[in-house]
Structure formats: structure tokens, C-alpha cells
């Protein structure tokens, strides 16, 4: 059996955990249960770092012990990842008695093999980021990281020759181009190995500095430097040298850690293991920063972003997706609430929350909530599953290189080609044309794709994608699936088998308010949300040259619909708005604001049909929440309400 180790940092236990402690964790899971979908046992491990100068001093600020202190917030992140959904198998302490005693056996095993040695050191010592910085790396004599100035510290401690390693990483890294991903890290290693600038590690600091720390086997007046301390972690917690877990996982260790701490673990740790005898582990997964409007999270810009309250508001399978679709694998993503909303009601709302109310609600209404037994397949049943094949091949292919937002773009091809497929074939005509077996087809081309969806989202909305398979009548059942023949087999929802009547995953979101500038500041203009940069969803202006092209592909995402204005009214505090309620044949009116009240009255409006953009992503203006945009043709002179040139049912497509 294929086996799958992945490793979150284990986080300093100095602040709260917040989004970027999150996203780690959110991307381990749902790598982590994406192997196991796949048929791999696999062992998912986080936990804490909690020994060094940066807890010792928070620790002291607080007026409690380092422990107490330690004992606090690791608790805090130990409940982090139940709060998101996420099920590691072993939560790691470094003030573990377990942990401690590995950490002393590599050490003395390396100082035996003499890797360790006795010397003495001058460097500017950045204590918040514990470690010695050269000349070479300070911008402006300050830390590049803390922006502070370090402190000249010269001392007599040991050091690991980590120098001696350079030739062997540089050749290992050359050899292994899956061992740092995404590639652009992979280069950033090789740089700095290939600059020779790699010098010996001084892992010791002495007592009389730092008491707080694991004592050095073979000198009781220095305990070990943080980092040399906490990278053992991966392997004591597999119960290195002897433990059969260590066997079985460390071969296929995978490492998942943002930029931040690239070096420690491109660098220190490889040159580690192979000075200890071990054999390196299988891959570094790289992924950028979350930043907060463009800026970078931190307390005294009170920008962080408490995961806890992202959960309760918008629920954990929402969060989830948001993160793991929102940020390219390794490069940087600007956290907004309005991009979270944004997202949620255009993608889960809209796209997939639509797709399972319709398909389940047709069930119903045509098949008493039966699913109903295929019959013959036609051209464009076969074209969609050809579509669904390479979508969910797609998925697979990404999600298995931490590639999560592509994974999920892949697959969305899928949800929105269901969509467009159920709006073609039309269900609705062939049930009022008695066309019952084409119409039974349809519906289950439909319902086993939403399985297939739902299985495949698992990695990514545990709770929501279990919720759809209840909803299909086939509750979740880990041994049972196998993921990578999902693209390919067809006709696993039985027939007979009742279906929920709605599914209701996934509610429309108001557009927050944005957040007030103050919490962010000296970035006013990126305060702004982008919604809100964009023109209202009214008539748009008309352009000033010739259009840019678009592909066909790109126009066929619009959902244009004819409906009729019900109500249209001013909008209270904007001159040029009318709220207006246009039918488009749904359950509900839709509300839209259209900046139309320069051109035509509310009464001119209403019982008016016009041809309105369905698929607009909604989004606040001056208070009113609006779904869509009325269209209009205008010269230089006249504006007019474009229209389908008689009546037709509210709801019809323009195509
Ligand atoms: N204790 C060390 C890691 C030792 S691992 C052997 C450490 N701890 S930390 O608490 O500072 O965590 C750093 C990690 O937290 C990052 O590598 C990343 O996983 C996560 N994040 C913290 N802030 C982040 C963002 N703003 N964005 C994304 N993730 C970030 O370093």
C-alpha cells in the first residue's frame, strides 16, 4: 500500500493562531485526505515550537512561567485544526519528553560523527527571528524580516559544519526536481547555495543567556538553538531511530511550510539529516503569504484575521474552499471579506449550490425523488462526461502537486459545464413533452456527475461534500472510494435510490461593508475593495474604441436572461440608482441597482421586459445587495432598454 506522511510548521507558541497558521493547516488536510482518497495510508502531523528566546521573553511579558505560557497557547493551536476541519493524526510538542530525548540523541550522535564544534562567534542576533544575521544579509543594518536593528552578540558556542554539506544539497536539489516545489523556491536554494555564501550553523546558546531550551548532551551550560531543535520534531514524532511508524512515513515525508521559513528547512534540515545518517525527506511544499488587503498581517496594524470568526460567520467548508481556490501555490493572496463573498456566492452559491438544488428538486418533481434509470446516451451526454473526464483528471493531477487553486478551476470546468448541459437539454420540455426515458437519462448524467463532484471535494469541504452524498442517497464511505478511477467509471449511483428534495449547502452572502480604513493603515486606496472599484452593475459605459476580443469560451460564461421589471424604485441616498426587481422566472425576484435613473423613471420601467447579465457575481451598492444588470443600447444621445424584440417567458435565454 502507498503510504503519505505530510507536516505542517509547528508554530511558535508567542501570538494566537490566525489565517496563515490556518491556510498551513487547511492545505496539509486536504493533501492529506486527498492521498488517503486515493488509497494511501496516510499520517498527517502539526503541533508546536516551544522552546527559545522569542517564548522565554513573551512568556516574561505575560508574568507566567515559559511552560505555563507554552501550555496556553499550544492548546490554543491544538484546537485550531478540529475548528477547520482538519483531522492530523498526531498534534507534537517539543517540550515533549519523547521529543527531548531524540533531539539529544541526533545531537550527540552528530557531534560524535564530529559535525559539531566548539568556536567562538560574533553576528547581529535578531531575536524575533532567532538567529544570527551576516552583514551581507541586513538591509540598512536593520533585520530584512523585523525591520529592527540586531544585536552584536560575540559568544563562545557549538556549531554544526553545516558548510561541508553545500556541494552535496546543491547536487541533491540539481537531481531531485520534485524535492523543493513550487520551482521558483527550488531556484531561490540553489542561488544561495551556488553564491558558496553557506556557512557553519551555531546551534548551542549558552545558559547564562537562555535557560529555556533543550540542554546540549555534552555540555550542560548551553541548551540547543531553536531551530536545530524543532526541525527533529518530524522525525521524533515518528519515533525515530527505532519506531515503526518511523519506517513507514519517514520515506515519504512531505513538508508543507510557507516562505517564510524556506532556508531552515531547505537548508539547515537536509544538511541535518544526511550529517545524522538519514536519508532526506521527499519533498518541500512552498506556498506564499496571505496578506490582508495587500499588507501584511500583524497586531500592530490590528489587520490579523482570526480564523475562528471567518468559520462562524461564513462556516468552515466556505473558509476552506475560499483558501485553498483562492491562493496560487506559491505565490501571495490578498485576504478580503468581499473576495471571500465574492467567491462563495459565485462559485458554491451560484454554480455548485445552484447545480444540486435544481438537479434534486427536478428529481422530485419528475421522479418522486427517485433516481431514475439512464437510458440510451446521446452525443452530448458523451461530450460531458469526455469534459468531466479531463476536469476531474485535471483536479487530480494539480491537487497531488499541492496545486489546490488549479485543481479546483479543473473541476469547476465540470460544475459549470452541468449547468449549461441541464439549461440545453432542458428537462423541463422534455417532462412537458412526455419524453420520459431522454429526460431519465439526463437526470442521472446529472445526479452521477454530482456524485463525482462531491467525492472529489472531499479533500477540500469534508463536511460539505459528505453532506452532498447523503443528499445523493450515498453517505461518504472512505473505503469504498477510489479516486483515481473516479474520472473513468460511470453508473455507481444506483438507480431507485431517493435523493434529498433540496440541498440548501450553500446560502447567497451579503457583501460585507468594507472594513474601515483604520484597519489598515497607510493603504487607503487597498482598503478599497475591489467590488467597489468596479462600475455599479448598471448600463455600461459605452466604449471609446473598438472592444478588446474576447474568447468564445469567455463570452459563454454570461448568463444572459430576458425578465420583467415587477418594481423599480429610487434608490434613497443615490441620485443616479434604481432599485429595481426584475422576474427572471425563479422562486424570487432578483434585485438589481442600475444606474439608470439619469435616463428613465421608475415607471417607465416596470412591466418592461429587458435582457439582464443572471450571472453577475452580486455585490453590495450604497447599501442595496444587487444580482445582476439590466442591459441598454445607447448612441451619443439616446439610451434604450435592450430587449428580446417581443415576449418571450421570463427566464429565456439569450444566446
Ligand atoms: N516555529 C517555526 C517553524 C518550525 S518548523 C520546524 C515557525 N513558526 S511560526 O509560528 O512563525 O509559523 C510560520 C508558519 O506559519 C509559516 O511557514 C506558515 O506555514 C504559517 N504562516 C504564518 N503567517 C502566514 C501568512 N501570513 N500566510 C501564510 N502562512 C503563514 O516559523
Known amino acids: ?51 527559545g528566546d522569542k517564548i522565554a521573553k513573551a512568556a516574561e511579558a505575560a508574568g507566567q512561567s515559559p511552560k505555563e505560557y507554552a501550555d496556553q497557547i499550544s492548546g490554543m493551536f491544538r484546537s485550531l485544526a478540529p475548528m477547520l476541519g482538519a483531522k492530523p493524526n498526531q498534534f507534537i510538542r517539543t517540550t515533549d519528553a519523547d521529543h527531548i530525548k531524540t533531539v539529544q540523541k541526533v545531537l550527540q550522535k552528530v ?40 544585536e552584536y552578540i560575540s559568544e563562545k558556542n557549538y556549531f554544526f559544519r553545516m558548510s561541508k554539506y553545500q556541494g552535496w544539497l546543491h547536487d541533491y536539489i540539481s537531481e531531485h526536481p520534485d524535492f523543493i516545489r513550487p520551482a521558483r523556491y527550488r531556484n531561490e536554494v ?31 551550560n548551553f541548551v540547543c538553538y531553536v531551530w536545530f531543535d524543532a526541525l527533529l520534531n518530524y522525525v ?13 512515513f ?20 537536509p544538511t541535518m539529516l544526511k550529517a545524522a545518517g538519514l536519508q532526506p525527506y521527499q519533498s518541500l511544499n512552498v506556498h506564499g503569504y496571505w496578506l490582508v488587503r495587500d499588507t501584511k498581517m500583524s497586531k500592530s496594524l490590528g489587520n490579523v484575521v482570526s480564523p475562528r470568526n471567518m468559520v462562524d460567520t461564513y462556516g468552515v467548508s466556505a473558509f476552506r474552499y475560499f483558501l485553498l481556490r483562492e491562493m496560487a501555490f506559491g505565490s501571495d493572496a490578498s485576504f478580503t471579506e468581499e473576495a471571500l463573498v465574492t467567491r462563495l456566492n459565485a462559485d458554491l452559491a451560484n454554480d455548485l449550490g445552484n447545480l444540486f438544488n435544481r438537479a434534486l428538486s427536478m428529481t422530485h418533481k419528475y421522479f418522486d425523488g427517485k433516481v431514475p434509470a439512464p437510458g440510451k446516451e446521446f452525443q452530448e451526454d458523451a461530450e460531458l462526461k469526455h469534459l468531466g473526464l479531463d476536469a476531474m483528471q485535471g483536479f487530480q493531477t494539480n491537487f497531488g502537486e499541492f496545486r489546490t487553486a488549479r ?21 423541463w420540455t422534455l417532462y412537458k413533452n412526455k419524453q420520459l426515458d431522454r429526460l431519465g437519462t ?31 442517497g450515498m453517505p461518504f464511505d472512505l473505503s469504498k472510494v477510489a479516486l483515481a478511477k473516479e474520472p473513468e467509471v460511470w453508473g ?19 457583501v460585507p461593508e468594507p472594513a474601515p480604513v483604520s484597519q489598515a493603515p497607510g493603504k487607503a486606496a487597498a482598503a478599497k475593495p475591489k467590488a467597489e472599484k468596479k462600475t455599479a452593475s448598471a448600463a455600461p459605459a459605452a466604449p471609446a474604441g473598438p472592444a478588446e476580443n474576447v474568447e468564445f469560451a469567455d463570452f459563454q460564461k454570461l448568463d444572459l436572461r430576458v425578465g420583467t421589471v415587477l418594481e423599480a424604485k429610487k434608490h434613497p441616498d443615490a441620485d443616479k440608482l434604481l432599485v429595481v426587481q426584475v422576474s427572471l422566472g425563479e422562486d424570487k425576484p432578483r434585485q438589481i441597482v442600475a444606474g439608470l435613473a439619469d435616463r428613465f423613471s421608475p415607471e417607465e420601467l416596470v412591466g418592461k421586459q429587458v435582457v439582464v447579465v443572471a450571472n453577475l457575481t452580486p455585490r453590495k451598492l450604497r447599501g442595496f445587495v444587487s444580482q445582476g444588470m439590466i442591459l441598454v443600447a445607447k448612441d451619443a444621445e439616446v439610451t434604450r432598454l435592450l430587449t428580446a424584440g417581443g415576449t418571450l417567458d421570463d427566464g429565456g435565454k439569450v444566446a
Open 1 to 51: 500500500m502507498d503510504r503519505f506522511f505530510v507536516t505542517t510548521p509547528i508554530f511558535y507558541v508567542n501570538a494566537k493562531p490566525h489565517l496563515g497558521h490556518a491556510f498551513t493547516t487547511i492545505l496539509a488536510d486536504s493533501v492529506s485526505r486527498f492521498h488517503a482518497l486515493m488509497g494511501e495510508e496516510t499520517y498527517f502531523l502539526t503541533g508546536t515550537d516551544e522552546h
Open 111 to 150: 557531534y560524535e560523527a564530529g559535525d559539531i564544534y566548539f568556536g567562538e562567534y560574533g553576528g547581529h542576533y535578531c531575536f524575533g527571528c532567532e538567529r544570527f544575521y551576516t552583514e551581507k544579509e541586513l538591509v540598512d543594518g536593520l533585520c530584512p524580516d523585523h525591520k529592527t536593528k540586531p
Open 190 to 220: 540553489l542561488s544561495l547555495l551556488e553564491s558558496g555564501a553557506l556557512e557553519d550553523l551555531c546551534i548551542s546558546r549558552p545558559k547564562s543567556r537562555l535557560t529555556w531550551g533543550i540542554e546540549l548532551p555534552f555540555d550542560t
Open 236 to 248: 521524533s514524532a515518528l519515533n525515530y531511530p527505532r519506531g515503526e511508524r518511523f519506517k513507514k
Open 250 to 269: 519517514w520515506p515519504v515525508a512531505n513538508h508543507v511550510v510557507a516562505k517564510d521559513i524556506l532556508k531552515p528547512h531547505a537548508v539547515f534540515w
Open 407 to 427: 485543481a479546483l478551476e479543473s473541476l469547476w470546468e465540470l460544475v459549470r459545464a452541468l449547468n449549461k448541459y441541464i439549461d440545453q437539454t432542458a428537462p
Open 442 to 472: 439526463v437526470l442521472y448524467v446529472v445526479l452521477e456527475h454530482m456524485r463525482k463532484l462531491a467525492v472529489h471535494l472531499w479533500p477540500v469541504m469534508p463536511e460539505a461534500s459528505e453532506k452532498m452524498l447523503e443528499q445523493l
Open 492 to 510: 455507481v449511483l444506483e438507480s431507485g435510490v431517493t435523493v434529498a428534495e433540496t440541498s440548501n449547502l450553500f446560502p447567497r452572502v451579503d
